[in-house]
């Protein structure tokens, strides 16, 4: 089945320092990739997405590109800032006309960026 | 244009209750998901309605059961409720079939 892993938290930087959270994944076909925040007590925002091989996604300063030979899509933004503080969940989606598609999450990676 | 919201917020629950959680999705969107994140973890895919009919369903016992009306909104009712129900749920709509899906803000419900 489709398994998302996220690197192990959680990290702790300080303002304007370089961000990078590592992701990979195991799919069969050709999933769309996502990484999605949330701050506290609050629900999902999707942060960026890549939909085929090579592709980036980007947003806020935030970066990720699709590497299927690595069966990777890390997470990158070269400073962080103090709002940025969340938690950050790596997923795959799987499409299926037959079924639809269902979203497949990492554990996320708590940051915390301090001034 | 509004987004996903749910109903309640939170709520507290007595072990071996019944619970009806409520789902509007965001306008223009056909398909609704839902998602149990218990505390610390990632979000795990419950089942997902496409036109009033489930579409697809992960690993949840049958006491989860869900709806969703000619308006697109959803239901997610759990019986006979655990304390491993303990969580944040979370409804996502999308225009079709799942492709891209937008969260709300979830329910937390505490069952004790």
Known sequence: GNSVTQMEGPVTLSEEAFLTINCTYTATGYPSL??????PGEGLQL???ATKADD?????????TYRKETTSFHL?????????????FCALSDF??????????GEGTQLTVNP | ?????????????????????????????????????ALGQGPQFIFQYYREEENGRGNFPPRFSGLQFPNYSSELNVNALELDD???????????????????????????
């Open chain 1, 47 to 49: 942060l960026l997405k």
């Open chain 2, 86 to 112: 303990s969580a944040l749920y979370l409804c996502a709509s999308s225009p079709y079939l799942g492709r891209e899906a937008f969260f709300g803000q979830g329910t937390r419900l505490t069952v004790v």
């Open chain 1, 76 to 88: 990158e933004k070269g400073s962080v800032q103090v709002s940025d503080s969340a938690v950050y």
């Open chain 1, 96 to 105: 299926k006309e037959t079924s639809g598609s269902r979203l497949t999450f």
């Open chain 1, 34 to 39: 996502f990484w999605y925040v949330q701050y």
């Open chain 2, 1 to 37: 244009e509004t987004g996903v919201t749910q109903s309640p917020t939170h709520l507290i629950k007595t072990r071996g209750q019944q619970v009806t959680l409520r789902c509007s999705s965001q306008s223009g969107h056909n398909t609704v998901s839902w998602y149990q994140q």
């Open chain 1, 56 to 64: 980036k996604g980007s947003n806020k300063g935030f970066e990720a």
